[in-house]
């Protein structure tokens, strides 16, 4: 399997088009308004305590309308300040006006909005979400268990708030959902060197998933900053049987390893021997000469020297 017919050229998954985008909603600092609001309250508490004091000294007529407007001005103020919302820096609010989207106030500090609006917090802060070791086949249906961490944020809060229902929820599942179908588009380990496989080429293998997940999730407004595995390995049921392979596969690397420096080791030494011509040597005397140094070099233990006290022929 190749990567120019495998996840490189899979489509990523369409998502419905988002209805509603980010806009700034219409907002005044708080402060002015909180002043406004108190200097409402009490010139219609003085109003009302004031006009009670003409009621009682004989003109009831006056002093009924400051009561009236003394009251009225304490409820319009109390009306008004309903209007404050407290923004922390990373926090958004989304303004809707009678269930209509009217913008969202992203200025930290203070802010006065319509009262009559509702208003929804919601954080733009940097999250991480990780998902539980999620077992799967991969390619070669190996059975595989694998986990990984996602870092994202809230990039349009409208579209996080109205085209999804839960937008926690939905990043959740389709971070499990874009991590299994990974695992199943390649193998652990690749059979050919040239194929890519989870173990051998994480980097390619993680840009991959970030892009799937960016695809998935962006209709909720989110951006992936980041997506990494944080656990690989094979199921527990054949965790041993791969284990000795990936050692066979290692002792076989390490042999060829070990040959082909021994042959060129003996290969230099023949050379320079024939070169200095101080010994000189038939063929036979260069075979024996050539399999004795293959022994001494390819062997995984200590050679035992035999002294021959006769000649290389008896």
């Given at each position: 399997m190749?990567?120019?017919?495998?996840?490189?050229?899979?489509?990523?998954?369409?998502?419905?088009?988002?209805?509603?985008?980010?806009?700034?909603?219409?907002?005044?600092?708080?402060?002015?308004?909180?002043?406004?609001?108190?200097?409402?309250?009490?010139?219609?508490?003085?109003?009302?305590?004031?006009?009670?004091?003409?009621?009682s000294?004989?003109?009831?007529?006056v002093?009924?309308?400051?009561?009236?407007l003394?009251?009225?001005l304490?409820?319009?103020?109390?009306?008004?300040?309903?209007?404050?919302?407290?923004?922390?820096?990373?926090?958004?609010?989304?303004?809707?006006?009678?269930?209509?989207?009217?913008?969202?106030?992203?200025?930290?500090?203070?802010?006065?909005?319509?009262?009559?609006?509702?208003?929804?917090?919601?954080?733009?802060?940097?999250?991480?979400?990780?998902?539980?070791?999620?077992?799967?086949?991969?390619?070669?249906?190996?059975?595989?268990?694998?986990?990984?961490?996602?870092?994202?944020?809230?990039?349009?809060?409208?579209q996080?708030?109205?085209?999804?229902?839960?937008?926690?929820?939905?990043?959740?599942?389709?971070?499990?959902?874009?991590?299994?179908?990974?695992?199943?588009?390649?193998?652990?380990?690749?059979?050919?060197?040239?194929?890519?496989?989870?173990?051998?080429?994480?980097?390619?293998?993680?840009?991959?998933?970030?892009a799937?997940?960016?695809?998935r999730?962006?209709?909720?407004?989110?951006?992936?900053?980041?997506?990494?595995?944080?656990?690989?390995?094979?199921?527990?049921?054949?965790?041993?049987?791969?284990?000795?392979?990936?050692?066979?596969?290692?002792?076989?690397?390490?042999?060829?390893?070990?040959?082909?420096?021994?042959?060129?080791m003996?290969?230099?030494?023949?050379?320079?021997?024939?070169?200095?011509?101080?010994?000189?040597?038939?063929?036979?005397?260069?075979?024996?000469?050539?399999?004795?140094?293959?022994?001494?070099?390819?062997?995984?233990?200590?050679?035992?020297?035999?002294?021959?006290?006769?000649?290389?022929?008896?």
């Amino acid at each position: 399997m190749s990567d120019d017919t495998t996840p490189a050229a899979r489509e990523l998954p369409a998502m419905p088009r988002p209805r509603v985008s980010e806009k700034p909603a219409h907002s005044v600092p708080g402060v002015l308004a909180l002043l406004l609001g108190l200097a409402g309250l009490l010139v219609g508490a003085g109003s009302a305590i004031g006009g009670a004091g003409l009621a009682s000294g004989g003109s009831g007529g006056v002093g009924a309308v400051l009561i009236v407007l003394g009251v009225l001005l304490v409820i319009g103020s109390v009306f008004a300040m309903a209007g404050l919302n407290m923004v922390a820096p990373g926090e958004a609010r989304v303004v809707q006006l009678f269930g209509r989207y009217t913008g969202t106030v992203r200025e930290d500090g203070l802010r006065w909005v319509n009262p009559l609006t509702t208003r929804k917090k919601v954080s733009t802060r940097v999250r991480n979400h990780e998902t539980a070791v999620l077992k799967v086949n991969d390619a070669y249906g190996n059975p595989v268990e694998l986990a990984a961490v996602v870092v994202w944020q809230v990039e349009d809060t409208a579209q996080a708030v109205f085209e999804v229902d839960d937008f926690l929820e939905f990043v959740s599942t389709q971070t499990e959902a874009a991590v299994r179908h990974i695992a199943i588009e390649y193998p652990y380990d690749a059979h050919d060197e040239h194929d890519l496989s989870l173990r051998g080429n994480a980097e390619e293998i993680t840009e991959k998933l970030a892009a799937e997940l960016t695809a998935r999730v962006r209709a909720a407004g989110v951006r992936i900053i980041e997506s990494r595995f944080t656990h690989l390995a094979y199921a527990p049921e054949i965790a041993a049987a791969m284990l000795q392979r990936q050692q066979a596969g290692a002792v076989v690397a390490a042999r060829r390893t070990i040959v082909e420096g021994a042959c060129g080791m003996v290969e230099d030494a023949v050379a320079r021997i024939a070169a200095q011509d101080f010994v000189e040597l038939d063929e036979e005397r260069k075979a024996t000469m050539v399999g004795n140094l293959l022994v001494v070099l390819c062997g995984d233990r200590s050679p035992q020297p035999v002294l021959n006290t006769g000649s290389l022929y008896q």
